[in-house]
């Protein structure tokens, strides 16, 4: 059954609607929300992952302003979908982390089966909040 959640942030300067569903291969995870976290922005993004939770397919779009979509093979490598470019930077990645929500986070928590309290160190593809964009917007390692 999908989950769909609600929030904002602390200061009640964002809001977001985020759908999570399980597919016959592995869990969706899609929202839209709108912020002023570093700047005012709209946006919209969806990530894919296998039955491991294993990040396979990403792609955000800033409303107004720049898009990205990139894809993984859940071993940790990882191209551009748009230009077909190889983004060997991000080897080692299993993960996404996307700047303008908390959603992501779930995803290697899931990964990981961490237990309340419990954390663990990880390297993710990060995207950028639109503030951070500069000449190209495009993940790196973070």
């Known amino acids: 059954m999908p ?3 609600h929030w904002c942030d ?3 300067e964002g809001l977001e609607r985020c759908h999570f569903s399980e597919t016959a291969d592995g869990f969706t ?10 700047g005012h922005y709209g946006a919209h993004y969806l990530v894919r992952t296998d039955a491991h ?3 396979r397919h990403v792609r955000v779009a800033y409303v107004g302003g720049p898009c990205l979509e990139v894809a993984a093979d859940g071993q940790g490598r990882w191209w551009d979908r748009l ?3 190889q983004l060997a930077f991000l080897d080692g990645c299993l993960d ?14 899931r ?3 961490l237990a309340a309290q419990a954390s663990a160190e990880i390297e993710v593809a990060y995207i950028p909040l639109p503030s951070e964009v500069t000449a190209q917007f495009a993940p790196h390692r973070e």
Do not use: M, Q, Y
Not at 96 to 109: F, Q, R, S
């Open 53 to 55: 939770f294993h990040t």
């Open 29 to 38: 995870l899609e929202g839209v929300l709108i912020g002023t976290r570093e």
């Open 10 to 12: 602390w200061n009640g």
């Open 111 to 113: 990964r990981l089966k």
């Open 83 to 85: 230009s077909g470019e």
């Open 96 to 109: 996404v982390d996307i700047g303008v929500t908390p959603a992501t986070n779930t995803l290697p928590i």
């Open 3 to 5: 989950a769909i959640v």
